[in-house]
């Protein structure tokens, strides 16, 4: 089963999924171009999905998720989320919920977001 750490703002959900949470002060946080990036020790971080506001909003995924992570967006709460269906062992990492005040084309590089959350651990135990 899939689970975070104590800390974090994800829940474990049945059939091997999970959603994970991730909400910013107003004063910090641009809702609408967000992203999630994940991390193991002693390597680089690594993008997952993101968003990008240009009139209608556009996502982009690794491929390696694409078709069980879902990344969405709750403006009204300043909150983004990331849905994780149907784990694999290599879903195991730190992630990251991220936001920057631009929309460019480099929304899979870590240094072009400004705002970071602390991190959520996502296990598999077996």
């Known amino acids: 089963q899939v689970q975070l750490e104590e800390s974090g703002g994800g829940l474990v959900q049945a059939g091997g999924s999970l959603r994970l949470s991730c909400t910013f002060a107003?004063?910090?946080?641009?809702?609408?171009?967000v992203a999630w990036f994940r991390q193991t020790p002693g390597k680089e971080r690594d993008f997952v999905a993101a968003?990008?506001?240009?009139?209608?909003?556009?996502?982009y995924y690794k491929d390696s998720v694409k078709g069980r992570f879902t990344i969405s967006r709750d403006t009204d709460k300043n909150t983004m989320y990331l849905q994780m269906n149907r784990r694999q062992p290599e879903d195991a990492a730190s992630y990251y919920c991220?936001?920057?005040?631009?929309?460019?084309?480099?929304?899979?590089?870590?240094?072009?977001?400004?705002?970071w959350g602390q991190g959520t651990q996502v296990t598999v135990s077996s």
């Open positions: 991220a936001s920057r005040a631009g929309y460019e084309s480099d929304y899979n590089e870590p240094l072009a977001y400004q705002n």
């Open positions: 968003v990008r506001e240009m009139g209608v909003p556009y996502t």
């Open positions: 107003l004063r910090t946080f641009n809702s609408y171009n």
